[in-house]
C-alpha cells in the first residue's frame, strides 16, 4: 500500500522553527522527485519547495527562500522541509508529494500554524 504521512506540523511564534517529515512506503521513494506543496484557507495551493533533479537540484517559492530548506534520507524513505524564520503567512497546510501533481503521490497534510 502506497503511502506518503506528514508530521511536524503544529502551532509555533513568529520567528521559530518547525522541520516536516514525510514519511513514504509502498513503492521506490528514492526514484521519486519530491515537493512540498501548501494550501492556506481561501487560496490556491502553491508550491514551498521541490527537488528539480536527483543530483539534488532545488526550487524554492520566493516568499520561502533563503528560510526553508528540503532535504531527504532515502534510507529511511523519508522527505524533510526544515522551516526558520516562520512568519504568520507561512500559516497553511502542508502537504508532500512524490512524483507530480498529476499522477504522483500525495500524503494526507500536516497543519502549520504561524501565530502569537
Known amino acids: 500500500q502506497v503511502q506518503l504521512v506528514e508530521s511536524g506540523g503544529g502551532l509555533v511564534q513568529p520567528g521559530g522553527s518547525l522541520r516536516l517529515s514525510c514519511a513514504a512506503s509502498?513503492?521506490?521513494?528514492?526514484?521519486?522527485?519530491i515537493t512540498w506543496y501548501r494550501q492556506a484557507p481561501g487560496k490556491e495551493r502553491e508550491l514551498v519547495a521541490g527537488f528539480t533533479s536527483f543530483g539534488d537540484s532545488t526550487e524554492y517559492a520566493d516568499s520561502v527562500k533563503g528560510r526553508f530548506t528540503i532535504f531527504r534520507d532515502n534510507a529511511k524513505n523519508t522527505g524533510y522541509l526544515q522551516m526558520n524564520s516562520l512568519k504568520p503567512e507561512d500559516t497553511a497546510v502542508y502537504y508532500c508529494n512524490a512524483g507530480g501533481v498529476r499522477y504522483g503521490y500525495w500524503g494526507q497534510g500536516t497543519q502549520v500554524t504561524v501565530s502569537s
Open positions: 509502498g513503492f521506490s521513494f528514492r526514484s521519486y522527485l
